[in-house]
């Protein structure tokens, strides 16, 4: 197996990038020489054994269960990256754990840079500290997944009878994605997935990180070119080539995984009109996911009918690969834009186009539109362009803030937002309760005309729990006492102006008590949902269940 040396010296590695060689999906996708690979650029660092760098600390264990202490470099030199090719034969990959630490650590660094390039700001964990993943743990299967508790994951393997060898699932590169991704939204936002949060929020969490996980396949134009022509003949119809052509069999979720098919094939299921009742956070989030995938293959089919789109297989391929890569960096710089509580379907979509505009404002291929047309056939709407930066109902704001601190001092946010009645009408907050900022960090992002643009944002969360007497003042019904919770993300320009506001009032009762019911009702089916399960257990049937819980264009 060829394996290539990378000198990376100390001291001069800041901001380069390093090759690693993948498997392109999964083991049993083929190329022309075996399993089909591609190769992931990412962040150069110190690697120790295990591998453990900075940001990661992987753990492989050998047949017998032991830990095995891996090298990615020379035993002597932490900068000396060796990348392996995997072996030819399938019996001999499922075998090398020395491939699988290298898969599982690449596929993880480059999720995360996806994210930190794409917001122009380090990410961090949940629990502070390394991000831990077991590629080859002890767990069963159906078992793997983010443990937001332990804030470690864990990836099982399995036998289905088409090898001797189990299957490690750390093999498919979408799994890895997709768990980093629960990773990295748990510690960027921490009430998305707490013991609050609502079945909407955990539904949210499972879209992007499907999404996350696709596109990242998707990236790979050899990949695509396969599934595009999965006979290798070179005889495809590019000129009657569709959207629903695109769509068709080009994204799934870990294909290959079961003998049978992927685990799960979203574009496949058509949408019920009662989704967003859906007890089951993946076929909540479902939807939102197609609605992502429709975007990418209408922009997509708006490039293959630009003049020469349409000129060889991979030219279709590679602009499709692009399309992604652009759709995929709209949803993560999207998130930037969303309170840190108590977040809807609308709050993404106006998140994507509020992150949108501000970095295309001119927005000449209409991407905007796509989405907001591709969101709006399964009924979530928002305001036009116009008004999105939410900031209208504040005329008359004071700034009595010093810039030098605004982009790094929480107690600056507190006082801007005390300072100023307007916002705090907005919010509805309780002056007898503390606003807690849980961060406030400044961005740099890099717009298609070459242009920087440079923001602060600010999110605080005010949380404080109310008796039976106080529930009635409010207007709120049932059982008490209860917590409530609001507060809002605060966006400011480089000036240090206030250009964004997403809100979410703690006194709105109307808000409280939505939030309520549906609770209630989440709650209560899946209790029904549990229970017949108990009356079932023991049927056998095979389920997979993941989570416990740059550039423009």
Not at 288 to 312: E, F
Request: with cysteine.
């Amino acid at each position: 197996m060829p394996i290539v040396g990378v000198m990376l010296g100390p001291g001069s590695h800041t901001g380069e990038l390093r090759p690693l060689t993948i498997l392109a999906e999964g083991p049993f996708t083929l190329g022309r020489d075996g399993p089909m690979t591609t190769t992931l650029r990412v962040p150069v660092e110190r690697v120790s054994g295990g591998p453990r760098g900075a940001r990661f600390d992987v753990v492989v264990r050998g047949p017998h269960g032991k830990p095995l202490d891996l090298l990615l470099g020379e035993d002597n030199d932490p900068w000396m990256l060796m990348d392996e090719c995997p072996p030819r034969d399938l019996g001999e990959l499922l075998a090398n754990r020395r491939f699988l630490a290298q898969h599982t650590y690449a596929v993880a660094a480059s999720t995360l840079a996806a994210f930190e390039s794409t917001l122009g700001r380090r990410m961090g964990w949940a629990r502070g500290r390394r991000l831990k993943i077991h590629a080859y743990d002890t767990v069963p299967y159906a078992d793997s997944g983010y443990d937001r508790e332990e804030g470690v994951i864990r990836f099982g393997h399995r036998r289905d009878g088409r090898e001797r060898l189990s299957v490690p699932l750390a093999l498919y590169r979408d799994l890895v994605s997709h768990e980093v991704t629960h990773a990295i939204l748990a510690g960027y936002r921490t009430r998305w997935s707490d013991q609050f949060a609502s079945l909407d929020q955990f539904a949210l969490h499972e879209a992007i990180a499907d999404l996350v996980a696709m596109l990242s396949v998707f990236s790979s134009a050899d990949r695509v070119e396969q599934l595009l022509d999965p006979l290798g003949s070179g005889v495809t119809d590019l000129a009657g080539l569709d959207e629903q052509i695109l769509l068709s069999g080009l994204f799934s979720f870990g294909d290959g995984l079961f003998s049978h098919g992927p685990a799960r094939q979203s574009m496949r299921t058509p949408v019920p009109g009662d989704w967003r009742t859906l007890p089951d956070p993946h076929r909540r989030g479902e939807p939102i996911v197609q609605v992502i995938l429709n975007v990418v293959a209408r922009l997509w089919k708006v490039r293959l009918d630009q003049p020469g789109g349409r000129s060889s297989l991979y030219q279709v391929a590679k602009s499709g690969a692009k399309v992604g890569e652009q759709v995929l960096a709209m949803l993560i710089r999207g998130l930037g834009y969303m309170a840190p509580v108590d977040v809807t379907w609308t709050d993404l979509l106006r998140g994507i186009l509020s992150a949108d505009l501000v970095l295309v404002p001119q927005d000449r291929y209409r991407y905007r539109q796509v989405v907001r047309d591709a969101f709006a056939e399964v009924g979530v709407t928002t305001d036009p362009d116009e008004l999105l930066s939410g900031t209208g109902a504040m005329n008359s704001l004071r700034y009595p803030v010093r810039l030098s601190a605004l982009g790094t001092d929480p107690e600056e946010i507190v006082r801007f937002i005390w300072e100023n009645g307007d916002l705090l009408r907005e919010t509805a907050m309780d002056e007898r309760h503390s606003i807690t900022v849980d961060r406030v960090r400044p961005s740099i992002r890099l717009s298609p005309d070459g242009f920087v643009v440079s923001e602060i944002g600010a999110s605080f969360v005010q949380e404080f729990t109310i008796g039976r007497t106080e529930m009635r003042r409010l207007g709120l019904t049932g059982p008490g006492p209860v917590t409530v919770r609001g507060g809002g993300l605060l966006r400011f320009d480089e000036g240090g102006h206030l250009c964004y506001a997403a809100l979410k009032p703690v006194y709105d009762a109307r808000r409280q008590q939505d939030i309520r019911e549906a609770k209630s009702r989440d709650a209560a089916m899946l209790a029904e949902i549990t229970a017949a399960a108990g009356s079932r257990a023991g049927g056998g049937a095979e389920k997979l269940t993941f989570h416990r819980q740059g550039r423009g264009r």
